[in-house]
């Protein structure tokens, strides 16, 4: 069982800055991928990022590419999205989540989820 907290969602202006925060908590944090999805209003929830369980290689939606970076702490059981250059349309509701496969840009391949944190970017 793993427990996940995001924190750092806000609202922030076009072309700003966030870093978004999942502490996990429970099993060893190593044994896991780890995923950052998203919700917009009336939309459905699609994949922004993700570790493989390694921590060895990343993935990224098309659309965050050379603005988004993840990364990820193991001494502090901690995931990051760090997220530049926003934009209206990154509007969402950001959930972090855990996967005991390798990796996935699948949501029904995760196992763990955060209770998200919005975040807001105006225009």
């Known amino acids: 069982q793993v427990q996940l907290v995001e924190s750092g969602g806000g609202l922030v202006q076009a072309g700003g800055s966030l870093r978004l925060s999942c502490v996990a908590s429970?099993?060893?944090?190593?044994?896991?991928?780890m995923g950052w999805f998203r919700q917009a209003p009336g939309k459905e929830r699609e994949f922004v990022a993700a570790f493989t369980r390694s921590g060895g290689a990343t993935g990224y939606t098309d659309s965050v590419k050379g603005r988004f970076t993840i990364s990820r702490d193991n001494a502090k059981s901690t995931v990051y999205l760090e997220m530049n250059s926003l934009k209206p349309e990154d509007t969402a509701v950001y959930y972090c989540?855990?996967?005991?496969?390798?990796?996935?840009?699948?949501?029904?391949?995760?196992?763990?989820w955060g209770q998200g944190t919005q975040v807001t970017v105006s225009s």
């Open positions: 989540a855990a996967s005991s496969g390798w990796y996935s840009v699948r949501g029904n391949e995760y196992d763990y």
């Open positions: 429970g099993r060893s944090f190593s044994r896991y991928a």
